[in-house]
């Protein structure tokens, strides 16, 4: 299984920055055939991943998505929408999106179910608040992701990505969690996913140890991926880490 490297850009990069991220960085990774690449940039910079990253190595998806079919929600955005724009992936569940909107696990799981009917990998994004012990962290995000996971069948959520994120190592100020407490809280994840990735404060001293540990299939970027250089970078170790 070749490691899974994503970032997920936030509220970051008009259209226009977008455009020329993406140019940057498939250049940048087009040597590393040994990952699996993916960004998942605002829902206005999509058809901007589609027209740049086609044919590139890289996959573009959404940060959200609506639960249901269409209709009238007004400002929302559907499955079939990102479909149309050619996305592979579509995150579930960011604390980001939990904290500002609401989002419940049982929310997760209707949006899940709607992003596997639509032939797309859902990723579930899970963890705790408080930095603690792995046994606690683990008991707490396997509850979250089996509610998340619940309305999918079997062979469906054999597909899903689950990302672990502790909350207390996410964005400015924070440090990434310990390797083996990320390693201890991945395996553990394995009972549910087939692919398990971490995300809260990854950078390319960060990326190595954390790659290092059994369970960790790839890694979920947040800032240090708006420079296109060092999330090049961060793939780049995953390739040589995990081949
Ligand atoms: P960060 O974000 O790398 O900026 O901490 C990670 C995330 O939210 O996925």
Known sequence: MRPLIGTGLK??????EAAIYFDELSQLVAPLSSCEIFVLPSFTSI???????????????????????????TGDISAA??????????????????RDHGETDEMV???????????MTPIIC???HIRGRPEAALDHVLRQARTGMSLGSEADRRRVVIAYEPIWAIGE???????????????????LATRVIYGGSVDP???????????VDGL??????????QFAAIAAIAARTKS
């Open 11 to 16: 509220m970051n990069l008009t259209s226009s």
């Open 220 to 229: 979920f970027v947040g800032r240090a991926a708006l420079d296109p250089k």
């Open 47 to 73: 058809w901007v991943a589609r027209d740049r990253l086609r044919g590139s190595n890289v996959y573009w998806g959404a940060q959200d998505v609506h639960p249901n079919e269409a209709g009238a929600h």
């Open 81 to 98: 929408m990102l479909v149309d724009l050619g996305c592979s992936f579509v995150e579930v569940g960011h604390s980001e999106r939990r």
């Open 126 to 128: 899970v963890g705790e």
């Open 109 to 119: 799981a209707l949006k899940v179910r709607q992003v596997l009917r639509h032939e």
């Open 173 to 191: 100020g924070a440090i990434a969690a310990d390797p083996a407490h990320i390693g201890a809280v991945h395996r553990g994840l394995h009972q």
């Open 205 to 215: 001293i960060t990326a190595g140890p954390i790659l290092a540990q059994t369970g």
